[in-house]
């Protein structure tokens, strides 16, 4: 049962560590109290089998009982370690003992095959409408077709059987697709950590180029003044100075700027975390023609919008248009919160301090949109 909550591949830490760990239920004594919860159908079988049998025949269905117990156990530690060999040749010891076990506990015994029926829904789940009938035939018919067992078809033990296999295999999948998403949003993070430092490279680059370069070559020309003794020497080291001290000041501004929010920055952010999400992205690569007092707004357009896209939208298109004076973001996906969400909320605020609008809602015949405009008739109605 264990393979429904393992931990990332090669036993690692989970790649967060500053906030909530979101497997840190499916790991440790967690996984084990989960797994050993199973144990409680072989000992409602053993009730049966005080039920139906007495004497050796008794003995002989609790040592049964006890056998799947360990069969079962065996065969978790086997999952754990990825022993696929093991676990097969476990669960074919767990079936022999469930069939051994029919005539001391009758019914009861099919606690047994509910066992069975979930570990077949972990390791094969693909077929599991299959699984979840097999499992549930044989339970509901033997103690009908055996008549000193029971006076009809045992329904109950059917429904049970049906039921603990449903439950094990939803959990499973909630598992996986738990590790699945811890996954994702570790390369997330490291997409856009590459993203940033490519554009703190470029920036900077392009930024202190130009500088740096002047600087070398006044520096040079004002040695050979000072080895000839020119007096202009001293107004070359002091456009020196003056060129350090500009560029300095266009650093400072330039790494006060990567903790605002840019329509730029939010783009070049936007268009990883959507490709990382299987979201074919239509995002422009210039911002130029956004009026420069609107750029940061922008920005906190497209983070909102795109973040909805990627949380709720289950979209698989997503395109960003801009002009001037307004912003667009439409997806093809089944939609978005509710307008009074804290997301949009706070968004709205932020337009309304501009002077602008937004509206957001659904558009035929599927999707979302969430425009905003200002500076115009428009967004003021908006």
């Known amino acids: ?48 089998v005080a039920q139906y049998s007495s004497g050796a025949a008794a003995a002989a269905g609790f040592a049964i009982a006890g056998a799947f117990a360990v069969a079962y156990v065996l065969a978790g530690v086997a999952v754990a370690r990825r022993d696929r060999t093991r676990l097969w040749a476990f669960y074919g010891v767990m079936v022999v003992l469930f069939v051994a076990e029919l005539p001391f506990a009758r019914n009861l015994a099919f606690y047994l095959w509910a066992v069975i029926a979930a570990f077949t829904a972990l390791m094969v789940r693909r077929r599991i409408a299959v699984i979840v009938l097999a499992g549930a035939l044989p339970s509901l018919l033997v103690p009908w077709a055996v008549r000193p067992w029971h006076t009809g078809p045992d329904l109950l033990t059917a429904l049970m059987v049906v039921f603990t296999t449903l439950t094990v295999y939803a959990y499973a999948e909630m598992a996986r697709a738990n590790e699945a998403l811890v996954e994702a949003r570790a390369e997330v993070a490291r997409l856009a950590s590459e993203a940033e430092r490519a554009r703190i490279a470029r920036d900077l680059h392009d930024l202190l180029g130009h500088s740096l370069t002047v600087i070398t070559v006044k520096s040079g020309l004002a040695r050979r003044l000072a080895e000839s003794g020119s007096p202009r020497s001293a107004e070359e080291i002091t456009a020196v100075e003056e060129l350090s001290r500009q560029a300095l000041t266009d650093v400072r501004a330039a790494v006060s700027g990567y903790r ?3 329509l730029a920055g939010e783009l070049a952010r936007g268009r990883e975390v959507l490709r990382a999400a299987g979201v074919a992205a239509d ?70 301090a501009a002077g602008g609008g937004v509206e957001a809602g659904p558009v035929r015949p599927r999707g979302w949109r969430l425009k905003v405009t200002v500076g115009t008739a428009e967004g003021a109605r908006a």
């Open 1 to 48: 049962m264990q393979d429904a909550v393992q931990g990332p591949p090669g036993g690692g830490p989970p790649p967060e560590q500053g906030g909530a760990d979101p497997q840190r239920w499916a790991r440790g004594w967690r996984r084990a109290a989960l797994a050993a919860g199973m144990l409680v159908y072989p000992s409602v079988t053993a009730l049966g």
């Open 260 to 262: 605002q929010v840019s």
């Open 283 to 352: 995002l422009p690569t210039a911002t130029e023609m956004v009026d420069p007092a609107h750029q940061e707004l922008f920005g906190w357009v497209v983070r909102e919008g795109l973040t909805n896209v990627v949380r709720h939208a289950h979209a698989s298109r997503c395109t960003v248009t801009l002009s001037p004076t307004g912003v667009e973001i439409l997806d093809d996906g089944v939609g978005a919160p509710a307008s009074s969400g804290n997301g949009l909320t706070g968004l709205r605020e932020r337009v309304a």
